[in-house]
């Protein structure tokens, strides 16, 4: 009867690993008219978007043009990170979230710079930095400076 016990052990592990083999999740952006992809590594949070782009010449079938992780978008510290959508059909960007922390950040394109950015990491009831524009204004918090927005909305 002990030989069984090994067997049942790697029989076990052998059918963990593809779970701890995803290490990735994709969601399309919400916006409807928009072939954008992101994906994002669950462990580091990192994400980078593709999308489906015309071959200006060759009259081929086109290619993948994806953008790498920029300012924001790199990776973070480890944790359990995904990719949610919302549900606004304009929006080209999607959220980060750290499901262990409740953190949130906004991903999108800035195509100028042919790389994905993310806004810095928070979560609600946590302070906002003193130079966070205060919701419903353009306006920063009384004191301090508000720095332009790279590229307007996503």
């Given at each position: 009867?002990?030989?069984?016990?090994?067997?049942?052990?790697?029989?076990?592990?052998l059918?963990?690993?593809p779970?701890?083999?995803t290490?990735?999740?994709?969601?399309p952006?919400?916006?409807?008219?928009l072939n954008?992809?992101y994906?994002?590594?669950k462990?580091?949070?990192e994400?980078i978007?593709?999308q489906y782009?015309?071959q200006?010449?060759?009259?081929?079938?086109g290619?993948t043009?994806?953008?790498g992780?920029?300012?924001?978008?790199?990776p973070?510290?480890p944790?359990?990170?995904g990719?949610?959508a919302s549900?606004?059909g304009?929006e080209a960007?999607?959220f980060r979230v750290?499901?262990?922390?409740g953190?949130?950040s906004?991903?999108?394109?800035?195509v100028k710079?042919q790389q994905?950015?993310c806004?810095?990491?928070s979560?609600p009831g946590?302070?906002?930095?003193?130079?966070?524009?205060?919701?419903?204004t353009?306006a920063?918090?009384?004191?301090t400076?508000v720095?332009?927005s790279q590229?307007g909305?996503?």
């Amino acid at each position: 009867m002990r030989p069984i016990l090994p067997t049942l052990i790697v029989c076990g592990l052998l059918h963990a690993l593809p779970a701890a083999a995803t290490s990735y999740e994709f969601v399309p952006a919400p916006q409807t008219d928009l072939n954008r992809m992101y994906r994002i590594d669950k462990v580091t949070g990192e994400v980078i978007s593709c999308q489906y782009g015309l071959q200006e010449s060759g009259g081929g079938i086109g290619q993948t043009v994806c953008f790498g992780a920029g300012e924001g978008a790199g990776p973070q510290a480890p944790s359990e990170y995904g990719l949610v959508a919302s549900r606004h059909g304009r929006e080209a960007g999607v959220f980060r979230v750290n499901y262990r922390t409740g953190e949130m950040s906004i991903c999108f394109v800035l195509v100028k710079n042919q790389q994905v950015v993310c806004t810095q990491q928070s979560r609600p009831g946590a302070e906002p930095p003193d130079n966070a524009p205060i919701p419903g204004t353009s306006a920063g918090r009384p004191g301090t400076s508000v720095t332009p927005s790279q590229g307007g909305r996503p």
